[in-house]
Protein backbone atom coordinates (compact mmCIF):
# COMPACT_ATOMS: atom_id res chain seq x y z
CA UNK A 1 0.00 0.00 0.00
CA UNK A 2 1.30 3.28 -0.80
CA UNK A 3 1.63 6.30 1.75
CA UNK A 4 -0.75 8.32 -0.55
CA UNK A 5 -3.47 5.35 -0.22
CA UNK A 6 -3.15 5.06 3.17
CA UNK A 7 -4.27 8.52 4.10
CA UNK A 8 -7.21 8.07 1.93
CA UNK A 9 -10.45 8.27 4.41
CA UNK A 10 -12.56 5.98 2.17
CA UNK A 11 -12.32 2.49 0.33
CA UNK A 12 -14.39 0.32 -2.12
CA UNK A 13 -14.69 -2.70 -0.80
CA UNK A 14 -16.67 -4.09 -3.10
CA UNK A 15 -14.13 -6.98 -4.14
CA UNK A 16 -13.24 -7.39 -0.53
CA UNK A 17 -9.85 -9.19 -1.91
CA UNK A 18 -8.65 -5.72 -3.90
CA UNK A 19 -9.51 -2.43 -1.67
CA UNK A 20 -9.64 0.33 -3.79
CA UNK A 21 -9.07 3.95 -2.03
CA UNK A 22 -10.92 7.26 -2.73
CA UNK A 23 -11.26 10.71 -2.35
CA UNK A 24 -8.60 13.03 -0.36
CA UNK A 25 -7.47 13.09 2.88
CA UNK A 26 -10.21 14.74 5.47
CA UNK A 27 -8.54 17.99 7.36
CA UNK A 28 -10.05 19.68 10.17
CA UNK A 29 -9.00 18.18 13.33
CA UNK A 30 -5.98 19.24 15.06
CA UNK A 31 -5.90 16.71 17.56
CA UNK A 32 -6.61 12.78 17.60
CA UNK A 33 -9.48 11.18 15.91
CA UNK A 34 -11.36 8.92 18.34
CA UNK A 35 -14.88 8.12 17.11
CA UNK A 36 -16.17 8.44 13.49
CA UNK A 37 -19.60 7.47 12.22
CA UNK A 38 -22.11 7.71 8.96
CA UNK A 39 -25.16 9.60 9.28
CA UNK A 40 -28.35 7.21 8.51
CA UNK A 41 -28.33 8.52 4.83
CA UNK A 42 -24.48 8.09 4.51
CA UNK A 43 -24.19 11.13 3.02
CA UNK A 44 -22.48 12.83 5.97
CA UNK A 45 -19.64 11.70 8.09
CA UNK A 46 -19.21 13.25 12.25
CA UNK A 47 -16.25 12.27 13.84
CA UNK A 48 -15.12 13.35 17.28
CA UNK A 49 -11.48 14.93 17.75
CA UNK A 50 -9.29 15.31 21.03
CA UNK A 51 -9.29 18.97 20.25
CA UNK A 52 -12.66 18.93 21.64
CA UNK A 53 -14.54 19.66 18.59
CA UNK A 54 -16.74 17.55 16.34
CA UNK A 55 -16.45 17.75 12.58
CA UNK A 56 -18.75 17.12 9.97
CA UNK A 57 -18.37 16.20 5.99
CA UNK A 58 -20.89 16.06 2.84
CA UNK A 59 -19.89 12.65 1.36
CA UNK A 60 -22.41 12.15 -1.14
CA UNK A 61 -19.60 12.13 -3.31
CA UNK A 62 -17.02 9.77 -1.09
CA UNK A 63 -14.21 11.06 -4.26
CA UNK A 64 -14.76 14.85 -2.84
CA UNK A 65 -15.92 15.42 0.53
CA UNK A 66 -16.82 18.87 1.77
CA UNK A 67 -16.34 20.14 5.11
CA UNK A 68 -19.54 21.40 6.85
CA UNK A 69 -19.52 23.57 9.94
CA UNK A 70 -18.28 22.07 12.79
CA UNK A 71 -19.30 21.92 16.43
CA UNK A 72 -18.16 22.79 19.22
CA UNK A 73 -18.55 23.70 22.87
CA UNK A 74 -17.05 20.62 25.04
CA UNK A 75 -14.19 21.36 27.33
CA UNK A 76 -12.62 17.90 26.93
CA UNK A 77 -11.65 15.20 23.81
CA UNK A 78 -14.65 13.96 22.33
CA UNK A 79 -14.78 10.27 22.73
CA UNK A 80 -17.25 9.13 20.73
CA UNK A 81 -20.60 10.68 18.30
CA UNK A 82 -23.47 9.73 17.34
CA UNK A 83 -26.20 10.97 14.91
CA UNK A 84 -29.69 9.98 15.53
CA UNK A 85 -31.84 8.37 12.90
CA UNK A 86 -33.47 11.61 11.16
CA UNK A 87 -30.23 13.25 10.69
CA UNK A 88 -30.99 16.20 12.48
CA UNK A 89 -29.24 15.47 16.10
CA UNK A 90 -25.84 15.19 16.60
CA UNK A 91 -24.67 13.32 20.37
CA UNK A 92 -20.92 13.32 21.45
CA UNK A 93 -19.51 12.14 24.48
CA UNK A 94 -16.61 13.63 26.12
CA UNK A 95 -13.96 13.06 28.59
CA UNK A 96 -15.45 16.75 30.50
CA UNK A 97 -18.35 13.94 31.97
CA UNK A 98 -20.65 14.92 29.62
CA UNK A 99 -22.55 14.46 26.40
CA UNK A 100 -24.00 16.92 24.66
CA UNK A 101 -27.09 16.84 21.84
CA UNK A 102 -26.63 19.72 18.74
CA UNK A 103 -29.00 20.32 16.71
CA UNK A 104 -27.26 19.79 12.93
CA UNK A 105 -29.19 22.56 11.31
CA UNK A 106 -28.42 25.44 13.56
CA UNK A 107 -25.47 24.09 15.57
CA UNK A 108 -26.57 24.96 19.05
CA UNK A 109 -26.34 22.85 21.43
CA UNK A 110 -30.04 21.53 22.44
CA UNK A 111 -28.60 20.13 25.99
CA UNK A 112 -25.77 18.84 28.13
CA UNK A 113 -26.04 15.75 29.85
CA UNK A 114 -23.77 15.32 33.30
CA UNK A 115 -22.38 12.60 34.12
CA UNK A 116 -19.89 11.29 37.38
CA UNK A 117 -17.01 10.92 35.31
CA UNK A 118 -15.25 10.70 31.28
CA UNK A 119 -18.07 9.53 29.03
CA UNK A 120 -16.52 6.56 26.70
CA UNK A 121 -19.78 5.89 24.18
CA UNK A 122 -23.08 6.82 23.14
CA UNK A 123 -25.90 6.07 20.45
CA UNK A 124 -29.41 6.83 19.79
CA UNK A 125 -31.95 4.00 19.99
CA UNK A 126 -35.76 4.03 19.65
CA UNK A 127 -35.78 5.89 16.44
CA UNK A 128 -33.87 8.78 17.97
CA UNK A 129 -36.10 8.95 21.13
CA UNK A 130 -33.48 7.58 23.45
CA UNK A 131 -30.09 8.32 24.11
CA UNK A 132 -27.66 5.68 25.60
CA UNK A 133 -24.07 6.57 27.12
CA UNK A 134 -21.63 4.82 28.97
CA UNK A 135 -19.48 6.16 31.44
CA UNK A 136 -16.27 5.58 32.90
CA UNK A 137 -18.20 4.42 36.24
CA UNK A 138 -18.87 1.28 34.43
CA UNK A 139 -23.00 2.61 33.82
CA UNK A 140 -24.70 2.04 31.13
CA UNK A 141 -27.54 5.00 31.08
CA UNK A 142 -30.70 5.79 29.09
CA UNK A 143 -31.90 9.21 28.11
CA UNK A 144 -34.97 10.45 27.01
CA UNK A 145 -33.91 12.43 23.75
CA UNK A 146 -35.42 16.35 24.24
CA UNK A 147 -37.55 17.43 21.12
CA UNK A 148 -39.15 20.04 22.07
CA UNK A 149 -37.01 22.24 19.72
CA UNK A 150 -38.63 21.81 15.56
CA UNK A 151 -35.43 22.85 14.02
CA UNK A 152 -33.87 22.20 10.18
CA UNK A 153 -35.85 25.17 8.49
CA UNK A 154 -34.79 27.58 6.26
CA UNK A 155 -36.09 30.72 7.22
CA UNK A 156 -37.26 32.33 10.73
CA UNK A 157 -41.05 30.73 11.94
CA UNK A 158 -43.04 34.12 10.99
CA UNK A 159 -46.76 33.01 12.26
CA UNK A 160 -47.99 29.48 13.20
CA UNK A 161 -51.42 28.29 15.07
CA UNK A 162 -53.04 25.17 16.42
CA UNK A 163 -56.04 23.69 15.13
CA UNK A 164 -59.24 24.18 17.15
CA UNK A 165 -59.31 21.68 19.97
CA UNK A 166 -56.55 18.90 18.03
CA UNK A 167 -52.88 18.56 17.96
CA UNK A 168 -51.71 19.45 14.38
CA UNK A 169 -49.64 22.82 13.94
CA UNK A 170 -49.73 24.82 11.00
CA UNK A 171 -46.34 26.89 10.50
CA UNK A 172 -45.26 29.62 8.19
CA UNK A 173 -41.61 30.29 6.98
CA UNK A 174 -41.93 33.14 5.12
CA UNK A 175 -40.82 34.18 1.84
CA UNK A 176 -37.33 32.72 1.67
CA UNK A 177 -38.65 29.46 1.18
CA UNK A 178 -41.96 29.90 0.26
CA UNK A 179 -43.61 26.52 1.96
CA UNK A 180 -46.24 26.25 5.16
CA UNK A 181 -45.58 22.85 7.04
CA UNK A 182 -48.18 20.95 9.60
CA UNK A 183 -46.72 19.19 12.39
CA UNK A 184 -48.40 16.82 14.82
CA UNK A 185 -47.79 17.81 18.77
CA UNK A 186 -49.35 14.95 19.74
CA UNK A 187 -46.37 14.33 21.72
CA UNK A 188 -45.07 17.56 22.45
CA UNK A 189 -41.19 16.15 23.07
CA UNK A 190 -41.11 14.72 19.47
CA UNK A 191 -43.15 16.85 17.37
CA UNK A 192 -43.52 15.12 13.88
CA UNK A 193 -44.13 16.43 9.86
CA UNK A 194 -47.90 16.01 8.85
CA UNK A 195 -48.03 15.45 5.27
CA UNK A 196 -46.00 16.70 2.99
CA UNK A 197 -44.54 20.80 2.97
CA UNK A 198 -47.39 23.28 1.20
CA UNK A 199 -45.90 25.27 -1.58
CA UNK A 200 -46.61 28.07 -3.69
CA UNK A 201 -49.22 27.47 -6.18
CA UNK A 202 -49.07 30.64 -7.93
CA UNK A 203 -46.85 32.03 -10.13
CA UNK A 204 -45.47 36.01 -9.88
CA UNK A 205 -46.04 35.72 -5.91
CA UNK A 206 -44.76 34.71 -2.72
CA UNK A 207 -46.03 33.23 0.58
CA UNK A 208 -46.02 36.26 2.76
CA UNK A 209 -45.27 34.42 6.14
CA UNK A 210 -49.05 34.98 7.49
CA UNK A 211 -50.92 31.29 7.94
CA UNK A 212 -54.46 30.36 9.44
CA UNK A 213 -55.65 27.19 9.85
CA UNK A 214 -59.63 26.21 10.21
CA UNK A 215 -60.83 25.18 13.67
CA UNK A 216 -62.05 21.77 12.02
CA UNK A 217 -58.20 21.91 11.05
CA UNK A 218 -59.44 21.42 7.14
CA UNK A 219 -58.16 24.21 5.71
CA UNK A 220 -55.41 26.74 5.83
CA UNK A 221 -55.15 29.97 4.23
CA UNK A 222 -52.03 31.53 3.29
CA UNK A 223 -51.15 35.00 2.45
CA UNK A 224 -49.54 36.09 -0.80
CA UNK A 225 -46.98 39.20 -1.50
CA UNK A 226 -49.38 40.56 -3.57
CA UNK A 227 -52.66 40.93 -1.54
CA UNK A 228 -53.77 37.07 -2.37
CA UNK A 229 -55.20 34.43 -0.29
CA UNK A 230 -54.68 30.75 -0.94
CA UNK A 231 -56.86 28.43 0.29
CA UNK A 232 -55.55 24.38 0.49
CA UNK A 233 -57.83 21.57 1.25
CA UNK A 234 -55.70 19.82 4.34
CA UNK A 235 -58.20 17.04 4.93
CA UNK A 236 -55.66 14.59 3.92
CA UNK A 237 -52.14 16.03 4.85
CA UNK A 238 -50.38 13.80 2.23
CA UNK A 239 -52.40 15.51 -0.59
CA UNK A 240 -52.62 18.85 0.17
CA UNK A 241 -55.15 20.82 -2.66
CA UNK A 242 -55.82 24.46 -3.30
CA UNK A 243 -59.51 25.37 -2.95
CA UNK A 244 -60.91 27.78 -5.61
CA UNK A 245 -59.15 30.68 -7.05
CA UNK A 246 -57.18 32.61 -4.57
CA UNK A 247 -58.99 35.57 -2.71
CA UNK A 248 -58.18 38.78 -4.24
CA UNK A 249 -57.75 41.18 -1.29
CA UNK A 250 -55.89 44.21 -2.74
CA UNK A 251 -52.56 44.39 -4.40
CA UNK A 252 -50.25 44.26 -1.33
CA UNK A 253 -48.90 42.06 1.30
CA UNK A 254 -50.72 40.16 3.13
CA UNK A 255 -49.54 40.57 6.82
CA UNK A 256 -52.00 38.55 8.94
CA UNK A 257 -54.87 36.21 8.66
CA UNK A 258 -57.78 34.59 11.11
CA UNK A 259 -60.65 32.11 10.89
CA UNK A 260 -63.70 32.44 13.10
CA UNK A 261 -64.20 29.90 15.43
CA UNK A 262 -66.90 28.80 14.01
CA UNK A 263 -64.96 28.38 10.92
CA UNK A 264 -67.86 30.32 8.07
CA UNK A 265 -65.19 33.63 8.09
CA UNK A 266 -61.76 34.52 7.52
CA UNK A 267 -60.19 37.74 8.35
CA UNK A 268 -57.44 39.27 6.16
CA UNK A 269 -55.14 42.41 7.23
CA UNK A 270 -52.55 44.08 4.49
CA UNK A 271 -50.29 46.84 4.11
CA UNK A 272 -53.00 48.86 2.35
CA UNK A 273 -54.87 49.79 5.88
CA UNK A 274 -57.29 47.70 5.59
CA UNK A 275 -58.84 44.33 6.82
CA UNK A 276 -61.51 42.31 4.38
CA UNK A 277 -64.06 39.64 5.85
CA UNK A 278 -64.67 36.12 3.70
CA UNK A 279 -67.28 34.13 3.62
CA UNK A 280 -66.30 30.74 3.47
CA UNK A 281 -69.28 28.72 3.31
CA UNK A 282 -68.87 27.56 -0.19
CA UNK A 283 -66.15 25.12 0.42
CA UNK A 284 -64.65 25.64 -3.46
CA UNK A 285 -63.99 29.03 -2.12
CA UNK A 286 -64.82 32.58 -0.28
CA UNK A 287 -66.87 35.40 -1.36
CA UNK A 288 -66.22 38.99 0.17
CA UNK A 289 -68.56 39.81 2.94
CA UNK A 290 -67.17 43.17 4.20
CA UNK A 291 -64.56 45.76 3.79
CA UNK A 292 -63.36 47.28 7.26
CA UNK A 293 -61.93 50.68 6.66
CA UNK A 294 -60.27 53.04 9.51
CA UNK A 295 -56.53 51.77 9.99
CA UNK A 296 -54.14 54.44 9.23
CA UNK A 297 -51.62 51.78 8.32
CA UNK A 298 -50.79 48.20 7.62
CA UNK A 299 -52.92 45.40 10.19
CA UNK A 300 -50.76 43.41 11.70
CA UNK A 301 -52.81 41.69 14.01
CA UNK A 302 -56.26 40.15 13.73
CA UNK A 303 -58.57 38.30 16.80
CA UNK A 304 -61.81 37.24 16.63
CA UNK A 305 -63.63 37.28 20.36
CA UNK A 306 -65.36 34.06 21.58
CA UNK A 307 -68.51 34.46 20.24
CA UNK A 308 -67.41 35.66 16.72
CA UNK A 309 -69.63 38.59 17.06
CA UNK A 310 -66.48 41.33 17.79
CA UNK A 311 -62.98 41.19 14.75
CA UNK A 312 -60.04 43.37 16.70
CA UNK A 313 -57.11 44.68 14.47
CA UNK A 314 -54.01 45.68 15.70
CA UNK A 315 -52.19 48.48 13.38
CA UNK A 316 -48.82 50.34 12.93
CA UNK A 317 -50.97 53.38 13.75
CA UNK A 318 -50.76 53.03 17.22
CA UNK A 319 -54.51 51.75 17.66
CA UNK A 320 -56.54 48.67 18.21
CA UNK A 321 -59.22 49.22 16.06
CA UNK A 322 -62.44 47.19 17.04
CA UNK A 323 -65.98 46.06 14.96
CA UNK A 324 -69.06 44.50 15.92
CA UNK A 325 -69.45 41.65 13.09
CA UNK A 326 -72.72 40.70 14.19
CA UNK A 327 -74.48 40.89 10.50
CA UNK A 328 -70.89 40.65 8.55
CA UNK A 329 -72.47 42.57 5.42
CA UNK A 330 -72.81 45.91 7.59
CA UNK A 331 -69.87 45.99 10.11
CA UNK A 332 -70.39 48.14 13.24
CA UNK A 333 -67.25 50.32 13.89
CA UNK A 334 -66.77 50.53 17.63
CA UNK A 335 -64.42 52.83 19.63
CA UNK A 336 -60.53 52.11 19.04
CA UNK A 337 -58.20 51.19 22.13
CA UNK A 338 -55.59 53.80 22.27
CA UNK A 339 -52.67 54.87 24.77
CA UNK A 340 -49.76 52.96 22.77
CA UNK A 341 -46.40 54.88 22.24
CA UNK A 342 -45.89 52.01 19.28
CA UNK A 343 -46.80 50.28 16.58
CA UNK A 344 -49.58 47.61 17.89
CA UNK A 345 -47.89 44.35 16.65
CA UNK A 346 -50.57 41.83 18.32
CA UNK A 347 -54.21 41.15 19.53
CA UNK A 348 -55.79 38.33 20.88
CA UNK A 349 -59.39 38.39 22.79
CA UNK A 350 -59.68 35.92 25.80
CA UNK A 351 -61.15 32.45 25.29
CA UNK A 352 -63.99 32.97 28.28
CA UNK A 353 -65.59 36.12 28.39
CA UNK A 354 -64.33 39.80 26.35
CA UNK A 355 -61.13 40.64 27.71
CA UNK A 356 -58.63 41.73 24.55
CA UNK A 357 -54.99 41.78 25.15
CA UNK A 358 -52.46 43.83 22.64
CA UNK A 359 -48.76 43.74 22.53
CA UNK A 360 -46.88 46.55 21.74
CA UNK A 361 -43.46 48.01 19.91
CA UNK A 362 -43.57 50.26 23.22
CA UNK A 363 -42.17 47.50 25.06
CA UNK A 364 -45.91 46.80 27.30
CA UNK A 365 -49.03 44.68 27.15
CA UNK A 366 -52.67 46.14 27.52
CA UNK A 367 -55.68 44.72 28.68
CA UNK A 368 -59.39 45.75 28.29
CA UNK A 369 -62.85 44.92 29.17
CA UNK A 370 -64.88 44.15 26.26
CA UNK A 371 -68.30 43.73 28.17
CA UNK A 372 -69.42 46.88 26.53
CA UNK A 373 -67.80 47.23 23.13
CA UNK A 374 -69.36 51.19 22.90
CA UNK A 375 -67.52 51.71 26.30
CA UNK A 376 -63.85 49.39 26.31
CA UNK A 377 -62.84 49.69 29.88
CA UNK A 378 -58.81 49.55 30.75
CA UNK A 379 -58.16 46.37 32.92
CA UNK A 380 -54.91 47.00 35.71
CA UNK A 381 -51.82 48.79 34.30
CA UNK A 382 -49.81 47.80 31.06
CA UNK A 383 -47.79 44.54 31.97
CA UNK A 384 -43.79 45.33 31.49
CA UNK A 385 -41.03 43.30 31.57
CA UNK A 386 -40.03 42.94 27.76
CA UNK A 387 -37.04 44.92 27.05
CA UNK A 388 -37.56 45.44 23.17
CA UNK A 389 -40.90 44.65 20.80
CA UNK A 390 -43.68 42.85 21.80
CA UNK A 391 -44.32 40.84 18.63
CA UNK A 392 -47.02 38.43 19.78
CA UNK A 393 -49.54 37.55 23.08
CA UNK A 394 -51.88 34.71 23.25
CA UNK A 395 -54.04 33.36 26.20
CA UNK A 396 -54.30 29.83 27.68
CA UNK A 397 -57.59 28.15 26.77
CA UNK A 398 -58.68 28.91 29.95
CA UNK A 399 -57.71 31.98 29.91
CA UNK A 400 -55.60 32.50 33.05
CA UNK A 401 -52.26 32.81 31.77
CA UNK A 402 -51.13 35.35 29.55
CA UNK A 403 -47.63 34.55 27.33
CA UNK A 404 -46.11 37.74 25.05
CA UNK A 405 -43.19 37.25 23.20
CA UNK A 406 -40.52 39.89 21.29
CA UNK A 407 -37.42 41.05 20.03
CA UNK A 408 -35.53 40.92 22.72
CA UNK A 409 -35.26 37.29 22.80
CA UNK A 410 -38.07 36.05 25.75
CA UNK A 411 -41.51 34.76 26.54
CA UNK A 412 -43.00 36.31 29.17
CA UNK A 413 -46.16 34.54 31.07
CA UNK A 414 -48.11 36.08 33.93
CA UNK A 415 -50.94 34.87 35.89
CA UNK A 416 -54.48 37.10 34.91
CA UNK A 417 -57.08 35.47 36.59
CA UNK A 418 -57.55 38.64 38.25
CA UNK A 419 -56.72 40.39 34.96
CA UNK A 420 -56.56 44.20 37.03
CA UNK A 421 -53.66 42.60 39.51
CA UNK A 422 -51.74 40.46 37.01
CA UNK A 423 -49.09 38.21 38.82
CA UNK A 424 -45.80 37.20 36.45
CA UNK A 425 -45.22 33.55 36.25
CA UNK A 426 -42.35 33.16 34.52
CA UNK A 427 -39.40 34.49 31.67
CA UNK A 428 -38.38 31.85 29.06
CA UNK A 429 -34.95 32.74 27.87
CA UNK A 430 -33.93 29.86 25.75
CA UNK A 431 -34.33 31.37 21.90
CA UNK A 432 -31.33 33.56 20.67
CA UNK A 433 -32.88 35.41 18.61
CA UNK A 434 -36.46 37.32 18.17
CA UNK A 435 -39.44 35.64 19.16
CA UNK A 436 -42.12 36.54 16.07
CA UNK A 437 -45.13 34.20 17.82
CA UNK A 438 -46.57 32.74 20.81
CA UNK A 439 -49.39 30.30 20.85
CA UNK A 440 -51.02 27.86 23.21
CA UNK A 441 -52.05 24.29 22.18
CA UNK A 442 -55.64 23.96 22.82
CA UNK A 443 -54.93 21.56 25.60
CA UNK A 444 -52.82 23.84 27.52
CA UNK A 445 -49.89 21.57 28.13
CA UNK A 446 -47.64 23.37 25.69
CA UNK A 447 -46.71 26.56 24.79
CA UNK A 448 -45.44 26.97 21.34
CA UNK A 449 -43.13 29.88 19.93
CA UNK A 450 -41.58 30.72 16.79
CA UNK A 451 -38.38 32.61 16.02
CA UNK A 452 -36.31 34.30 13.89
CA UNK A 453 -33.66 31.57 15.07
CA UNK A 454 -34.96 29.02 12.71
CA UNK A 455 -36.84 27.01 15.01
CA UNK A 456 -40.20 26.96 16.80
CA UNK A 457 -39.72 26.04 20.48
CA UNK A 458 -42.25 24.03 22.57
CA UNK A 459 -42.24 24.37 26.46
CA UNK A 460 -44.14 22.44 28.57
CA UNK A 461 -46.58 24.99 30.77
CA UNK A 462 -47.70 22.66 34.05
CA UNK A 463 -44.62 23.00 36.84
CA UNK A 464 -45.46 19.17 37.97
CA UNK A 465 -44.98 17.81 34.71
CA UNK A 466 -42.07 19.89 33.67
CA UNK A 467 -40.16 18.41 36.91
CA UNK A 468 -40.87 15.17 35.62
CA UNK A 469 -39.55 15.85 32.65
CA UNK A 470 -36.52 17.60 34.00
CA UNK A 471 -36.16 14.14 36.03
CA UNK A 472 -36.55 11.69 33.38
CA UNK A 473 -33.62 13.83 31.51
CA UNK A 474 -31.26 14.18 33.50
CA UNK A 475 -31.06 10.32 34.26
CA UNK A 476 -30.71 8.06 36.75
CA UNK A 477 -31.99 9.39 40.28
CA UNK A 478 -28.00 10.62 42.27
CA UNK A 479 -26.48 8.27 43.98
CA UNK A 480 -25.69 8.56 48.49
CA UNK A 481 -22.11 8.29 47.16
CA UNK A 482 -22.93 10.96 44.33
CA UNK A 483 -24.31 13.26 46.53
CA UNK A 484 -21.17 12.84 49.32
CA UNK A 485 -19.01 13.51 46.43
CA UNK A 486 -19.95 16.95 45.38
CA UNK A 487 -22.51 17.98 47.82
CA UNK A 488 -20.34 17.81 51.19
CA UNK A 489 -22.59 20.56 53.07
CA UNK A 490 -26.52 19.02 53.08
CA UNK A 491 -27.65 15.51 53.64
CA UNK A 492 -28.65 13.71 50.97
CA UNK A 493 -32.11 14.78 49.42
CA UNK A 494 -32.51 14.05 45.73
CA UNK A 495 -34.38 16.47 43.88
CA UNK A 496 -35.79 13.52 41.59
Known amino acids: MSPAAA ?29 VVFSGDDRTLVAGSADKNVYLWNVADLRNPAPLPSLSGASGRVNAVA ?23 TGRIVVTLPHPGPVTGTGFLDDGKTLVTVAADGVTRLWPVPGQVIGDRANSVFSMEYAGRGSLLVTSAGIAPDTNELWDTTDPRHPGQRGVVLTNPLTGAKFSGSVSISPDGRTVASGMDDGRVVLFDVSDPGRPA ?11 LVETLEFSHDGRFLAVGTDEHTVTLW ?35 GSLDY ?41 SAD ?21 VGATNYVYSVAFS ?9 GYDRTVWTWDVTDPSSPKWLATLSAPTDAVFVVEFAPDGRTLAAGTAEKALRLWETDPDRAAAEICAAVGQRITVQEWESYVVDRPYAPPC
Request: proline share 9%.
Open 279 to 313: DLSNRNGGTLAARLDGPANSVYSLSFSADDTLLAA
Open 363 to 383: KTVRIWDLRDPHAPASVGAPL
Open 319 to 359: KVWLWNITRPAAPEPLPTLEGFAGYVHSVVFSPQGRLLAAG
Open 242 to 252: TLGLPLRTGSS
Open 397 to 405: PDGKTLAAG
Open 83 to 105: VAPDGRTVAAASSDSSVRLWDRA
Open 7 to 35: RRPFWDVSDAGRPQALGNPLTGPTGKVYS
